[in-house]
Each structure stands twice: as C-alpha cells, then as structure tokens.
C-alpha cells in the first residue's frame, strides 16, 4: 500500500508530532496518485491529548453515523480507544480529488515530536 510523512499540528499551545501513515485498504473506485497530499480535520476527546496519542488503526465511517453530519464524508476513526476521527479536508492542487474520503483503513504510528 502507499505511505505517507505525516505531521499532526494541534489547535492552541500542542507540539507538532511526526507520525507514518500506510493505507491498509482504499475504495475499489480509488486510485492514488505518487506525489499526492491529503489532509484531515482532527478531532480529539480532548484538547490535551498525550503524545503519540492518535498512533493506531483508523477504519471507515460516513460522517452521518460518525458525527451526526450529512455531508457524505467517509471519516476514518481510530486511534487510542478509538476515540479520534479523521475528516478530510482539503486535496492539494485537485490531485486525485476523491482520495481522502475513499480511505476505507488506514494506520499511523507515531515517530516521534517534530524537531
């Protein structure tokens, strides 16, 4: 699968974090793009979140089930008592425009703060 340098920039005094992402399994409409960036929404149970805290497995949810939202977005939640969700955001330059919300499971495991 495709692998992904990923860096969580938390809201308010939080340190950036480094974290590997790999995509487990993607929507079988779904191609991915080499340079291609994706970006999510993070939202935490908390603002004050351990480091390291969203390493784990995210899996597909639609936003409707997830959040009460009916925007059709595939979410991925996951992470530390799967209590962190993924929203995708914005897709750069309009790359393979799809790619986040066709994410079905997908990883990330902490590498360490951002020096």
């Given amino acids: 699968g495709s692998t992904f340098d ?7 005094s939080g340190a950036s974090e480094r974290y590997t992402g790999a995509i487990d399994k993607i929507g079988v409409d779904l ?9 999510w929404v993070v939202f935490a149970p908390s603002n004050d979140t351990a480091p390291g805290a969203l390493d784990g497995a995210y899996v597909g949810a639609s936003a409707d089930a997830a959040l009460g939202l009916s925007v059709g977005a595939k979410l ?16 750069s330059g309009g790359k ?9 499971r997908f990883r990330l495991t902490w590498a360490g703060p951002n020096a």
């Fill in 6 to 12: 990923c860096l969580y920039e938390p809201t308010g």
């Fill in 31 to 39: 191609t991915m793009i080499s340079e291609q960036e994706l970006v």
């Fill in 76 to 91: 991925l939640v996951g992470g530390g008592d799967n209590s962190f969700t993924l929203q995708p955001a914005v897709l």
């Fill in 96 to 104: 393979g425009v799809g790619a986040a919300v066709g994410l079905e």
